[in-house]
């Protein structure tokens, strides 16, 4: 359990941790930790500071891709989410016709063809049949084009970040 699920009065851990380089965690018991928030000012002021800031990043993030064509949120949120969560030797397969896609990304039939057609032409996803296929070098290069869409609109979301 981590300090947002003790603020928040979660009895259950909420998010997943992953790490680029190994680390080394520290595991306390969850009743010490809520003893120690609660008796700590500091502590439980650094936890909401770090609670706070990770949400208002996610938040900028989110609200950023509302800026973004539809066609490059497809690739942005929902194929390079969907690349990271169930690629399997560096290779998405999927299968989904264009209406569960469109479900899946909250977007519309219309929009998500578009986006599979300009991928395609792009080369960023590959099909054979009603099979879809992005590799890890179309994953790189649609994470690169987006990037370059989506980083700018976060930086300048960040700029107008207040103090936490």
Not at 23 to 34: G, K, Q
Not at 78 to 89: D, E, P, Q, S
Not at 122 to 143: C, M, N, P, V
Request: glycine share 8%; with cysteine.
């Amino acid at each position: 359990m981590g300090g947002m699920e003790l603020i928040m009065d979660l009895d259950t851990y909420q998010a997943t941790l992953q790490t680029i380089t190994p680390c080394t965690s520290i595991r306390i018991p969850a009743d010490v930790y809520a003893r120690w928030l609660r008796t700590d000012i500091r502590a439980l002021k650094q936890e909401a500071k770090i609670m706070g800031h990770y949400l208002y990043e996610q938040g900028v993030t989110s609200r950023t891709y509302m800026f973004v064509p539809g066609t490059d949120r497809v690739g942005g949120s929902f194929l390079k989410h969907r690349y990271k969560k169930y690629a399997k030797n560096g290779k998405l397969t999927f299968t989904n016709t264009r209406q569960e896609l469109a479900e899946y990304s909250g977007l519309s039939v219309k929009t998500v063809n578009r986006a599979v057609k300009k991928f395609e032409e792009q080369g960023l996803i590959s099909r054979s049949g009603k099979t879809f296929y992005i590799d890890e070098g179309q994953y790189e290069q649609l994470h690169a084009l987006v990037s370059k869409l989506i980083e700018p609109l976060i930086e300048r979301g960040r700029n107008d970040e207040p103090d936490l």
